[in-house]
C-alpha cells in the first residue's frame, strides 16, 4: 500500500461525500485507502460514511467512535490502522487541499532523508486579525515554554513515512497534544506552504475558547516551566517581605513612632492571596492529568468499524 488518508471527522455530513470524491480523483492512479474516522458526531456523518464505504468497498475504512474523544484520538486511531508507507493526516472539511497530497509524497519519493512532510498556513489571508495575533502568541510563548519547538504555522496536515507512525504509536500517553508528539518524535521534516481554502459545508468547531484549552493542553503537555512559576515568586515576594520588614523595624525602633500601612496591607495579602490560588491551580492542572494517566484508560473505544479484518481498539 502507498498511501493511507486519515480523515477525522466531527459533524461533517456535508463534507465527507465531496471529500471522497475529491481524494478518489486525486489518488487514483496510486494504491490507496482513506480512513474516515468518527468521532462521536451527533449529525448523520457515520450513515454518509456507511454509504461511501458500501460504494467503495476497495478503498474505504471506517472506525465510529462510542463518543466524541477529541480530534488527537481520532488522529491516534487512524495512525494505529495505517499500514501504508506513507500515511497524511487531512481535515474533513475540504479546508486542506487533497491536491497537495501528490505533492506531499513526492517530496518522500524524491529524497530519502526526509520524513515528514508537514504544510504551513503562512498568509492566514482568512483569519480575523484577533486570531492572527492569538495563534502567534501562542507559538511565541509555547516555544520560550518548552524545551519542544514548535513550527509556527504548522498544521496537524503533514505526512509521514512508516517509521515515523511506529514512533508517535509509541507515546501511549492519554493526553495528546499531536502537534508537539510530530515534534517531540525528531524526524526530518520539511515545512511546506499551503493555503486554506473555505469550508465546504458546515461551521468550525473550534472557536476562541476551543482555541486557548487547546493551547493551555498544549502548554501543559509539553513544559514543565508553569509549576517553576510559584518558586520564583515565592523567592521574589520573600525578598520584598523581608526587605520591608527591615524598614518596619527601623522605623518603629530607630525612627519610632507608628508605621501605617492597613490599606496596603491589605493589598499586599489579596495579591499573596492570589497568587497562591494561581500555583495552586497550576499545580492542580499538572496533578489532574497525572491522575488521567495513572488510570490507564484507552485512548478511545470504537463502536464498530467498517473495512478491517481485526477488533484492535
Known sequence: MKLNVVIPCYNEEGNVALMHKVLSDTLKDIKYELIFVNDGSKDKTFEMLKDIYDNDKKHVRVINFSRNFGKDAAIYAGLAHSNAKYTVVVDADLQQNPKYLLEMMRVLDEDEAIDVVAMVNETRKKESGLAKFLKNGFY???????????????????????????????????????????????????????????????????????????????????????????????????????????????????????????????????????????????LGEYISKMYLEIKKRPIYVARNKLGFDDDVL
Open 140 to 282: 511565541s510563548f509555547i516555544n520560550i515554554l518548552s524545551d519542544t519547538k514548535f513550527h509556527k504555522g504548522a498544521s496537524d496536515f503533514r505526512m509521514f513515512r512508516k517509521e515515523v507512525v511506529e514512533a508517535i504509536l509509541s507515546l501511549g500517553e492519554n493526553n495528546r497534544f499531536s502537534k508537539g508528539i510530530f515534534s517531540w518524535v525528531g524526524f526530518n521534516t520539511k515545512y511546506l506552504a499551503y493555503e486554506v481554502e473555505d469550508r465546504h459545508s458546515g461551521k468550525s468547531n473550534f472557536n476562541i475558547k476551543s482555541s486557548f484549552k487547546y493551547a493551555w493542553n498544549g502548554i501543559i503537555n509539553f513544559s514543565v516551566k508553569p509549576l517553576k512559576v510559584a518558586t520564583v515568586l515565592g523567592v521574589i515576594f520573600s525578598l520584598f517581605a523581608f526587605i520591608y520588614l527591615l524598614v518596619v523595624l527601623i522605623k518603629t525602633l530607630i525612627v519610632g513612632g507608628d508605621v501605617p500601612g492597613y490599606p496596603s496591607l491589605i493589598c499586599v495579602v489579596l495579591l499573596l492571596g492570589g497568587l497562591n490560588l494561581m500555583a495552586v491551580g497550576i
